[in-house]
């Protein structure tokens, strides 16, 4: 494996069910690009020292401006763009079933969080197949939650132009 910096990093999780991570290489210390690499990780802003293993992929294809913070917060204040970021969202859908009826509340952990609610129902002469209730409420509740997304977008676009703005789906 061989990273330059600004290459990102994925590490999925060594644990069943564990958080994927992703960062951007922010020191190769081999000038061939051997590990071990400095990664600074977009979820939490660590950085630590990776020895990547077979559960690590290295993505060329889009190198990710690597600054430092201090440089990143003046661009930003001015104004200006530092160059292409990277952020993770988490989505998380919680499940409630009962008597043929299912529900799917959906929330998105970043900046902003939000949360949105589906529902579905079985008719009653339909048999009990709980995976299509949850497949139907979680689709649902993704789907206001999008609807939700884009109408805080909209918020933010009309306080940062001084007007009313639309955003189209």
């Not at 991570?21 to 950085?47: A, K, L």
């Not at 020895?51 to 401006?65: C, I, L, N, S, Y």
């Not at 440089?71 to 104004?79: F, L, M, Q, R």
Request: aromatic share 2%; hydrophobic share 40%; with cysteine.
């Amino acid at each position: 494996m061989k990273a330059a910096v600004g290459d990102r990093i994925v590490t999925a999780s060594g644990v069943v069910g564990g958080a994927t991570r992703d960062g951007v290489v922010v020191e190769c210390p081999h000038g061939d690009g051997s590990p071990p690499y400095r990664v600074r990780w977009s979820d939490d802003g660590e950085e630590t020292l990776v020895f990547p293993g077979t559960d690590t992929v290295v993505d060329h294809a889009e190198p990710v401006f690597v600054a430092d913070d201090a440089a990143n917060a003046t661009d930003a204040a001015a104004g200006e763009t530092a160059g292409p970021r990277t952020l993770t969202w988490q989505v998380e859908i919680t499940l409630n079933e009962s008597s043929g009826s299912t529900t799917a509340e959906a929330t998105v952990r970043g900046l902003p969080e939000v949360r949105a609610v589906g529902h579905a129902r079985k008719a009653p002469e339909d048999p009990e197949v709980p995976e299509i209730g949850d497949e139907i409420a979680a689709a649902r509740a993704l789907r206001r939650l999008a609807d939700r997304l884009l109408s805080v977008a909209e918020n933010d676009v009309s306080a940062a132009v001084g007007h009313k703005a639309h955003v189209h789906a």
